[in-house]
């Protein structure tokens, strides 16, 4: 076990909706990422927070957004749900740039 | 772009033969490379890691190297057993601004039979 939490496990959306995701990041890990991962591929990075601020984005659009609050825990928020969010959320915390990233177990998210 | 091509898709060995996952990365500046495995209904779990200043790494069965002029490392699995059956995914971390984005293979599903 990797000491990342995720919940909920799985959730189901209509169209439109928002949703948030949370994650507990691994004691003395200041950094959490966010990945997409769809059913077949790899996991896709959509960002990452760094001591409660964003510091680096992958090519997802604004209405994807979160947080990271003051005990590193982090929230994922993914407004106005399409059809192609279906996806696992995965939750990666690490120490920095370049070091281990150890992920969570992953919410999987069905937007119908 | 960034980007990272892995083979093969599918591997399917018989228990006791290696078993070889080759990347390729587009970004130079790419100085990490983590290898994970993913099991069915789990989050990807860190299996072995090596960076540029290395052309080697070995953790009992499992092995990667690096070729950093030809921006190609590879994943060896020797003496596979059942338990290796997994989804493995190379990824590369290129150079961001100080910022930990790994980008991902599309993996490689293995399958190892008794």
């Known amino acids: 076990e990797t000491g990342v939490t995720q919940s909920p496990t799985h959730l189901i959306k209509t169209r439109g909706q928002q949703v948030t995701l949370r994650c507990s990041s691994q004691?003395?890990?200041?950094?959490v990422s966010w990945y997409q991962q769809a059913l077949g591929q790899g996991p896709q990075f959509i960002f990452q927070?760094?001591?409660?601020?964003?510091?680096g984005r992958g090519n997802f659009p604004p209405r994807f957004s979160g947080l990271q609050f003051p005990n590193y825990s982090s929230e994922l928020n993914v407004n106005a749900l399409e059809l192609d969010d279906s996806a696992l959320y995965l939750c990666?915390?690490?120490?920095?740039?370049?070091?281990?990233?150890?992920f969570g177990q992953g919410t999987r998210l069905t937007v119908v | 772009g960034e980007n990272v091509e892995q083979h093969p898709s599918t591997l399917s060995v018989q228990e006791g033969d290696s078993a070889v996952i080759k990347c390729t990365y587009s970004?130079?500046?790419?100085?990490?490379f983590p290898w994970y495995k993913q099991e069915l209904g789990k989050g990807p779990q860190l299996i072995i890691d090596i960076r540029s200043n290395v052309g080697e790494k070995k953790d009992q069965r499992i092995a990667v190297t690096l070729n950093k002029t030809a921006k190609h490392f590879s994943l060896h699995i020797t003496e596979t057993q059942p338990e290796d059956s997994a989804v493995y995914f190379c990824a590369a971390s290129p150079f961001s601004g100080g910022y930990n984005k790994l980008i991902f293979g599309a993996g490689t599903r293995l399958a190892v039979h008794p």
């Open positions: 927070y760094y001591r409660e601020e964003e510091n």
């Open positions: 970004d130079s500046a790419s100085n990490y």
């Open positions: 004691s003395g890990h200041n950094t």
């Open positions: 990666a915390s690490s120490t920095g740039a370049n070091t281990e990233a150890f």
